[in-house]
């Protein structure tokens, strides 16, 4: 299975990448809404969550408050810690077993969007190349607050959170600068499609010698 990583910080413009990929014809999974699946009211997850969260973390409709539970992850590293163990093993599970479907069905390879491939480690061993998607510290800050909403601390949190995309680009083998107009992003994408369309037919070239 030939798998690209798609990555970047918090608000570094990964969705435009990614709906380039798709235009292209080359499926994306999206680690972020599998994520938010195996949290989903009544999974195994979401019972640890409720009981050891309690009911503060939930909407009135039964489904995580997302922003609550985040507030609280945020500023508690054991807390985020016990999450992961809870969620982390389903979610690779899942994004494997959607790899798989799209290989069945004849895809010659897949894009997988996850924005903390370096931090969380696991998944890089099933990955061949990685985009990074970088913009200023600035621009992240601004456009995630303006995004989301959010209020400057709660958004500089978010982005310390994370490893610093300096070093993210530092450790992937291809950088999109999303510093500029969009349509720059989006060119730089369609470039970099050209050279993995490339790149997989080496490699299954490789498989067969
Ligand atoms: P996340 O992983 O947090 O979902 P992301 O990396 O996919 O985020 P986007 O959602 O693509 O990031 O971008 C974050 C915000 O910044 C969006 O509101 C988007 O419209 C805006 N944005 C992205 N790129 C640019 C750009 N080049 N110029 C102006 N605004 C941009």
């Known amino acids: 299975m030939f798998i690209v990583g798609l990555t970047g910080g918090i608000a570094s413009g990964k969705s435009t990448v990614a709906a380039v990929f798709r235009e292209n014809g080359i499926p994306v999974v999206d680690a972020d809404a599998i994520a938010r699946e195996v949290v989903e009211p009544g999974t195994n997850a979401w019972k640890k969550i409720k ?3 309690g009911e503060e973390v939930l909407l009135p409709t039964g489904y995580l408050n997302r922003e609550k539970l985040g507030e609280i992850i945020f500023a508690d590293a054991t807390k985020r810690r016990m999450l992961n163990e809870w969620t982390h093993p389903e979610i690779h599970r899942t994004i494997m077993f959607e790899a798989l479907k799209h290989f069945l069905t004849g895809n010659n390879y897949i894009v997988l969007d996850l924005p903390l491939l ?11 190349k990685v985009i990074c998607v970088t913009c200023t510290p600035e621009q992240q800050l601004e456009r995630l607050m303006k995004r989301n909403t959010m209020a400057k601390t709660l958004a500089q949190q978010r982005i310390a959170a994370q490893m610093p995309l300096e070093e993210k680009c530092e450790k992937a083998h ?10 720059e992003t989006r060119k730089q994408a369609q470039r970099i499609v050209g050279i993995l369309n490339e790149s997989w037919e080496h490699w299954r070239i490789r498989l067969y010698i």
């Open 174 to 183: 291809y950088v999109i600068d999303n510093t500029n107009e969009l349509e």
């Open 51 to 53: 009981e050891v969260f």
């Open 118 to 128: 370096f931090e969380s480690g696991v998944m890089l061993q099933y990955i061949h």
